[in-house]
């Protein structure tokens, strides 16, 4: 009881990127111009899809709805970020405010994991078994799919998000992050958090390498389905539409597994909180783009609905 009545009363501030306000000026202006790049970027292949009849497929469905999560998963983290660069670092979260925070950002986030597995799944099912991909990809287990991505994201989060804020948190409420992140408020604690961290470990090496796991092995079946086309356009088509997909994965999997899978001891405060950066901000740019152009179908399709537009 003591615990929690330390908890209730405490607010949490983020740590600044630098004390010089004209250096936190040039940062946030950096960051609301990746806010909104993103959005755009991102909005428009959702748009662009549910516009175009002729991407009403699996494929582009799963991309589509990547988009909303990439928008609903900046956004948890954009705003109060961007209060904070402004009041440099003054701008308080309670403790429920940073527990509905940390909370919607994993769960957006490993949903976002999944549903790049069942990207690959998708890749897998069109080039290893093309004469049956419309009778398996059918509409409803799309549906279902999207729907269990969210869902494990979701029975994620919300443990440990719960087994987290169930922590004291004393007199130290500087957060040495620009984001209520789970291994900077678990520095926090004024309790033994080994518990809590191997939990936190255990669950990040699950939720990262068994969907990684997966996408390899579909990577596998889909190269050697890949060297078995006899035409070079065929190939350089199906390595297309693969390509993209990878680059993506490896700059999710690749930051997120640098933050949540270094060992406690040797973890950083300012390299996780750089590296972090690349994926809220920088990586739901690049996806856009990286779909776009090396997507021959997709750019054709947003060339035609910007010049309408």
């Known amino acids: 009881m003591e615990g929690i009545n330390k908890t209730a009363g405490i607010e949490f501030f983020f740590r600044p990127f630098s004390p010089d306000p004209k250096v936190q000026m040039v940062i946030f202006v950096a960051f609301l111009a990746m806010y909104l790049t993103?959005?755009?970027?991102?909005?428009?292949?959702?748009?662009?899809?549910?516009?175009?009849?002729?991407?009403?497929?699996?494929?582009?469905?799963?991309?589509?709805?990547?988009?909303?999560?990439?928008?609903?998963?900046?956004?948890?983290i954009a705003p109060l970020?961007?209060?904070?660069?402004?009041?440099?670092?003054?701008?308080?979260?309670?403790?429920?405010?940073?527990?509905?925070?940390?909370?919607?950002?994993?769960?957006?986030?490993?949903?976002?994991?999944?549903?790049?597995?069942?990207?690959?799944?998708?890749r897998f099912i069109a080039i290893c078994y093309?004469?049956?991909?419309?009778?398996?990809?059918?509409?409803?287990l799309c549906v279902e799919l999207m729907v269990g991505s969210l869902v494990l994201g979701f029975l994620l989060s919300l443990p440990l998000t719960i087994?987290?804020?169930?922590?004291?948190?004393?007199?130290?409420?500087?957060?040495?992050?620009?984001?209520?992140?789970?291994?900077?408020?678990?520095?926090?604690?004024?309790?033994?958090?080994?518990?809590?961290?191997?939990?936190?470990?255990?669950?990040?090496?699950?939720?990262?390498?068994?969907?990684?796991?997966?996408?390899?092995?579909?990577?596998?079946?889909?190269?050697?389905?890949?060297l078995r086309i006899g035409s070079t356009e065929g190939r350089h088509r199906a390595f297309s539409t693969c390509s993209s997909h990878i680059l993506v994965v490896l700059l999710q999997y690749g930051c997120t597994s640098f933050v949540y899978l270094s060992p406690s001891s040797s973890y950083s405060p300012e390299m996780g909180r750089v590296v972090s950066v690349v994926y809220t901000f920088i990586t739901p740019i690049l996806n856009p783009l990286i779909y776009s152009m090396r997507n021959k179908e997709l750019k054709d399709a947003l060339r035609k609905t910007l010049r309408k537009s």
Request: proline share 4%.
């Open 130 to 140: 093309p004469l049956r991909y419309t009778l398996i990809m059918s509409w409803s």
């Open 38 to 76: 993103s959005l755009g970027g991102n909005a428009t292949i959702a748009l662009t899809v549910q516009i175009k009849h002729s991407l009403h497929t699996p494929m582009y469905f799963f991309l589509a709805n990547l988009a909303l999560l990439e928008i609903l998963y900046t956004s948890s």
């Open 163 to 226: 087994l987290i804020f169930h922590l004291p948190f004393c007199h130290k409420n500087e957060i040495y992050h620009f984001y209520c992140d789970m291994p900077a408020v678990l520095r926090l604690a004024c309790a033994d958090t080994r518990v809590h961290q191997t939990a936190l470990y255990v669950i990040s090496f699950m939720v990262l390498s068994i969907p990684l796991s997966l996408i390899s092995v579909s990577y596998v079946f889909i190269v050697a389905a890949i």
């Open 81 to 122: 970020a961007l209060a904070n660069l402004l009041s440099m670092g003054k701008t308080p979260v309670s403790v429920t405010g940073c527990g509905t925070q940390m909370f919607f950002f994993v769960f957006l986030g490993g949903a976002d994991c999944v549903l790049l597995a069942v990207m690959a799944y998708d």
